[in-house]
């Protein structure tokens, strides 16, 4: 089901991109609404999907895994088969946090976190055990320029 957003759902969800922790009185405040109304306009754009979750934005480098590594995957097999495999493969993997299927020359770019080149090495080798490809490479992120959850409205 679609929402139809209007201009004060958009500034709630503005805010809450920002900074999820902020009360309803904060975001009522800032949207100039009633606490009450404000708080039916978040709990319809959970309902309906629009709000997916609520989380806490973790420092990678803070934990331990502060290289992220693209990881360009070519593949010969499109079988529904295969497709099970290496979907089932990919959410095995906590150092996969985002993966997705192109279009073009390659078949699905990995974005993965590790601690450091030779965590990324054993990363691979796990990957490349569980699943067939007929390429994969590597692309070491030097510096990250932007990076952001925040959906643009």
Request: glycine share 4%; proline share 3%.
């Amino acid at each position: 089901m679609k929402h139809s957003l209007d201009t004060i759902d958009r500034a709630i969800l503005r805010i809450i991109q920002s900074d999820a922790t902020l009360s309803v009185d904060d975001i009522s405040a800032a949207v100039n609404l009633s606490r009450n109304a404000c708080w039916r306009r978040i709990k319809a754009l959970e309902q309906t999907g629009v709000i997916k979750g609520r989380v806490a934005l973790v420092d990678p480098a803070s934990v331990g895994v502060p290289l992220t590594v693209m990881v360009l995957i070519r593949t010969n097999a499109h079988d529904a088969d295969w497709m099970k495999q290496f979907q089932a493969a990919l959410h095995s993997f906590p150092e996969i946090v985002g993966a997705y299927r192109m279009t073009g020359d390659l078949d699905y770019v990995l974005r993965v976190r590790v601690a450091d080149v030779p965590a990324y090495d054993a990363f691979y080798k796990r990957l490349t055990s569980r699943i067939s490809v007929s390429d994969i490479s590597a692309s070491f992120v030097m510096e990250e320029i932007k990076e952001t959850t925040a959906v643009p409205l």
